[in-house]
C-alpha cells in the first residue's frame, strides 16, 4: 500500500491483481472508459475468460476499497524478437481519481510485473489527441515508434 496526494491530504493506494469478484466494479469503470463499446453481458464474458488465461494480468487500483484504475497486459511469445512481449490493451483512471498519481503506480506496477516475467518490450496504444496519457507514457520511458492501424471486423 503506498500513499498518494489527495485534494488536502495523503490517500492510501493499494494496486493489486483483480479477481473474479471485482467484475461488476470493473464493469462500471470500462462503461466510463468506453460507453456502449460492448454490452455489459458480453464485457463481463469476456473478462472472465481472460482471468483465466495465464498470459493475461489485471491490476486493480483501489482507494479506500473502491477501484479507482485499472490496467492490463498480455505476454506473448514472439518469434521474430525471439522474447515475449507484453502488450497493454486497457488503462484506465476513473474521473474522480485523476492527477493524483494513480495512473503512474499502476503504470510502474505493470512495468515492474513484465520484467519479473522477462519480457522484452511493452506495447501500448492510445488516441493521437490523448496528449495526457501520451505525457504519463513518456514520463515512464516509452517512445513513439510505430504507427497501429485498425479494421473493425464484424
Known amino acids: 500500500m503506498e500513499a498518494i496526494k489527495g485534494e488536502s491530504c495523503l490517500i492510501k493506494l493499494r494496486v493489486r491483481q483483480a479477481k473474479e469478484s471485482d467484475i461488476p466494479e470493473l464493469l462500471v469503470l470500462a ?4 460507453p456502449q463499446e460492448a454490452v455489459r453481458e458480453k464485457r463481463a464474458d469476456a473478462l472472465r475468460q ?3 488465461n495465464p498470459a493475461y494480468e489485471l491490476l486493480v487500483a483501489e482507494i479506500k476499497e473502491e477501484p479507482a484504475g485499472f490496467i492490463d497486459q498480455w505476454i506473448i511469445s514472439d ?14 483512471v ?6 493524483k498519481g494513480v495512473g503512474s503506480k499502476l503504470l510502474e506496477e505493470i512495468i515492474r510485473r513484465a520484467e519479473t516475467k522477462g519480457v522484452l518490450e511493452i506495447h501500448v496504444v492510445t ?9 504519463l507514457y513518456r514520463r515512464h520511458g516509452f517512445l513513439t515508434s ?3 492501424l485498425e479494421r473493425a471486423l464484424g
Not at 462503461?31 to 468506453?34: A, C
Not at 521474430?80 to 484506465?92: E, P, R, T, V
Not at 493521437?128 to 505525457?135: K, L, T, V, Y
Open 31 to 34: 462503461e466510463e472508459f468506453m
Open 50 to 52: 481472460a482471468l483465466k
Open 79 to 92: 518469434f521474430i524478437h525471439g522474447a515475449k512481449l507484453s502488450c497493454i490493451q486497457n488503462f484506465y
Open 94 to 99: 476513473a474521473s474522480k481519481h485523476r492527477m
Open 127 to 135: 488516441e493521437f489527441e490523448n496528449e495526457r496519457a501520451i505525457d
Open 146 to 148: 510505430s504507427l497501429q
